[in-house]
């Protein structure tokens, strides 16, 4: 696998294997890779004859009180990663290749229909900064196809929403969550758990699949079945953000759809957790 830093070194490997007719699949990470980032790798192999993967820390994405000045950054140990998993280039570019006139006064792509829904609400902007470079970055690739893991599972609905929009020519994939032996999603923001917290964390996974079974034992009081399982995160120490059910589209309410999210958000100390899973009824 080769590494390469500048957008000219990546569109010239991308140019050779055009030549070739191969497809070219993608997948966009910021670093400090888990086992949930390789499964993407090992997705994008099945689609695809050349595997793309980027590591960038989007400073556009995190908020003034957010995390972006310790964000694990792990280069070396993520590009071993990525070789052993077939990758065939990664792209890690710095903030200054990717806003070379900088963030001030970007070009910025907006979805509105999440802005102020669950994460929307919670992390203003945020989905803005996603967007924009997950576009900046397909512009870069242009890919056939790019995969995202369900952990994020509203960021993968903001994608498909602006590849529809803007008639971007790209496969968007959704690639289940990769959890814990107890349940606990995958996240490179899980180092950040104390040891007494990461033994609780598995309330949180617990917590979605209260609400699934009560829902296939056939509850349909979905607000007050999300009220108690938030109550119960809170008691066990927990700040609850949101715990909701919606459709899967997280567009249409719960209560007309029979496929459907529960979706969560919560801060266990100074980590904050999300997570989700799918029912269907
Ligand atoms: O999911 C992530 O790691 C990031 O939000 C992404 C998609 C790489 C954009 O920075």
């Given at each position: 696998?080769?590494?390469?830093?500048?957008?000219?070194?990546?569109?010239?490997?991308?140019?050779?294997?055009?030549?070739?007719?191969?497809?070219i699949?993608?997948t966009?990470?910021?670093?400090?890779?888990?086992?949930?980032?390789?499964?993407?790798?090992?997705?994008?192999?099945?689609?695809?004859?050349?595997?793309?993967?980027?590591?960038?820390?989007?400073p556009?994405?995190?908020?003034?009180?957010?995390?972006?000045?310790?964000?694990?950054r792990?280069?070396?140990?993520?590009?071993?990663?990525?070789?052993?998993?077939?990758?065939?280039?990664?792209?890690?570019?710095?903030?200054?290749?990717?806003?070379?006139?900088?963030?001030?006064?970007?070009?910025?792509?907006?979805?509105?229909?999440?802005?102020?829904?669950?994460?929307?609400?919670?992390?203003?902007?945020?989905?803005?900064?996603?967007?924009?470079?997950?576009?900046?970055l397909?512009?870069?690739?242009?890919?056939?196809?790019?995969?995202?893991?369900e952990?994020?599972?509203?960021?993968?609905?903001?994608i498909?929403?602006?590849?529809?929009d803007?008639?971007?020519?790209?496969?968007?994939v959704?690639?289940?969550?990769?959890?814990?032996?107890?349940?606990?999603?995958?996240?490179?923001?899980?180092?950040?758990?104390?040891?007494?917290?990461?033994?609780?964390?598995a309330?949180?996974?617990?917590?979605l699949?209260?609400?699934a079974?009560?829902?296939?034992?056939g509850?349909?009081?979905?607000?007050?079945?999300?009220?108690?399982?938030?109550?119960?995160?809170?008691?066990?120490?927990?700040?609850?953000?949101?715990?909701?059910?919606?459709?899967?589209?997280?567009?249409?309410?719960?209560?007309?759809?029979?496929?459907?999210?529960?979706?969560v958000?919560a801060?266990?100390?100074?980590?904050?957790?999300?997570?989700?899973?799918?029912?269907?009824?």
């Amino acid at each position: 696998m080769n590494t390469v830093h500048t957008v000219a070194e990546l569109r010239a490997t991308l140019a050779g294997w055009r030549r070739q007719g191969e497809r070219i699949a993608f997948t966009p990470t910021m670093g400090n890779l888990h086992q949930g980032h390789l499964r993407l790798v090992e997705q994008a192999r099945l689609r695809a004859a050349r595997v793309v993967a980027s590591v960038f820390v989007n400073p556009l994405q995190f908020g003034p009180n957010e995390d972006f000045d310790r964000y694990p950054r792990t280069l070396a140990a993520d590009a071993d990663k990525l070789a052993a998993a077939g990758c065939d280039l990664l792209f890690a570019p710095s903030v200054a290749e990717m806003y070379p006139q900088g963030r001030e006064g970007l070009t910025t792509i907006t979805v509105p229909r999440h802005a102020s829904l669950l994460e929307g609400a919670f992390r203003p902007g945020h989905f803005d900064g996603v967007a924009t470079v997950v576009n900046i970055l397909f512009n870069q690739v242009q890919p056939d196809v790019a995969l995202f893991g369900e952990k994020d599972y509203q960021q993968l609905q903001v994608i498909r929403q602006m590849v529809a929009d803007l008639h971007l020519p790209i496969e968007i994939v959704g690639v289940a969550t990769e959890r814990e032996a107890d349940g606990l999603a995958m996240s490179s923001r899980n180092q950040y758990l104390q040891p007494q917290e990461r033994a609780q964390a598995a309330l949180i996974h617990a917590s979605l699949q209260a609400v699934a079974e009560a829902l296939r034992a056939g509850r349909r009081d979905y607000e007050a079945l999300c009220a108690e399982q938030a109550a119960r995160l809170a008691q066990a120490g927990f700040r609850v953000q949101y715990l909701s059910l919606r459709a899967s589209d997280l567009g249409a309410p719960a209560s007309d759809a029979r496929q459907l999210r529960v979706l969560v958000a919560a801060y266990l100390g100074n980590t904050r957790l999300i997570d989700n899973i799918a029912i269907s009824l």
